[in-house]
């Protein structure tokens, strides 16, 4: 798999099988964790397993959740080519059978949020 700074190379989301897609995937580094995301018309949506076990891994998952209920963030579920995707750039594991993706602009409001929960990085 060869991943270039936009995103997967040309031909490797239909090397995984996968549809062509009208999205992008790539790499970036939130708060020094390097997170996968997709470009879905032009919003970077994160997979919410990658950023509750690899950005909160030490927050409780139900204060992430009361957290995000009451900051109004919804998640949506992720496509089979974008859950393909998402599995090739490691961002999910290839056991999952479905995803929910958060966009970059909830991300943050949540990161904002939850500033004072977590230990300082």
């Known amino acids: 798999m060869f991943l270039t700074c936009e995103g997967l190379a040309p031909g490797t989301a239909e090397d995984y099988n996968a549809p062509p897609a009208n999205f992008r995937a790539g790499y970036q580094r939130i708060q020094g964790i390097n997170l996968g995301y997709l470009q879905i018309d032009g919003t970077r949506m994160f997979a919410l397993a990658q950023v509750l076990s690899d950005l909160f ?15 109004k963030i919804k998640s949506r579920r992720c496509d089979l080519a974008e859950l393909r995707t998402l599995k090739a750039i490691r961002s999910v594991p290839t056991r999952a059978v479905k995803c929910s993706l958060i966009s970059k602009a909830d991300l943050e409001a949540l990161c904002t949020s939850c500033e004072s929960l977590g230990p300082r990085r």
């Open 57 to 71: 891994k030490d927050i409780p998952r139900a204060t992430i959740s009361k957290k995000m209920e009451i900051l």
